[in-house]
């Protein structure tokens, strides 16, 4: 993966995490992954359509899972795919939680704990500071 790659993906992400949404300039302090979406151990290759900008907190939950089950039906449920998948039809915001409107919604809001409590304090704080956006 070249600088210019990276450098591409950060641009098309817009400097946000493609799974939870949080801005780079809000987590300063930890560089965002340019992460595999199918993990290389899966054969991902590192072409642009395999490549997707993720926060350290979504990334290290990520990890090579593909999939998870959905915590509504129990069945086994692909992950949100950044590149193949709309943010808006698989995820709201409400409040300070983002919700899975989708079976793919659901179970990657609980595989990749967009909820956790951290995370959840850490949007209060924004919100309070005037930044969630
Ligand atoms: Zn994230």
């Known amino acids: 993966m070249t600088t ?4 591409q993906v950060r641009l098309r992400a817009n400097e946000r995490c493609e799974y939870c949404q949080m801005r780079q300039q809000d987590e300063a302090w930890s560089r965002f992954h340019v ?6 151990k899966h054969k991902g290759g590192d072409d642009l359509g395999n490549l ?5 907190h979504c990334n290290l939950h990520k990890g090579s899972n593909l999939s998870g089950f959905d915590p509504s039906t ?7 795919h950044p590149r ?16 899975g409107c989708t079976a793919i919604g659901r179970t990657t809001v609980e595989v990749l704990d967009m909820n956790s409590v951290k995370r959840m304090s850490f949007r209060q704080a924004l919100r309070e500071a005037g930044d969630l956006k």
């Open 84 to 99: 193949e998948d709309v943010w808006g039809e698989h995820f709201s915001v409400v409040g300070l939680e983002i919700l």
């Open 4 to 7: 210019d790659e990276r450098r």
């Open 74 to 80: 129990g069945l086994m449920t692909r992950l949100f």
């Open 35 to 40: 992460e595999h979406i199918i993990p290389r």
């Open 52 to 56: 997707g900008l993720c926060c350290q």
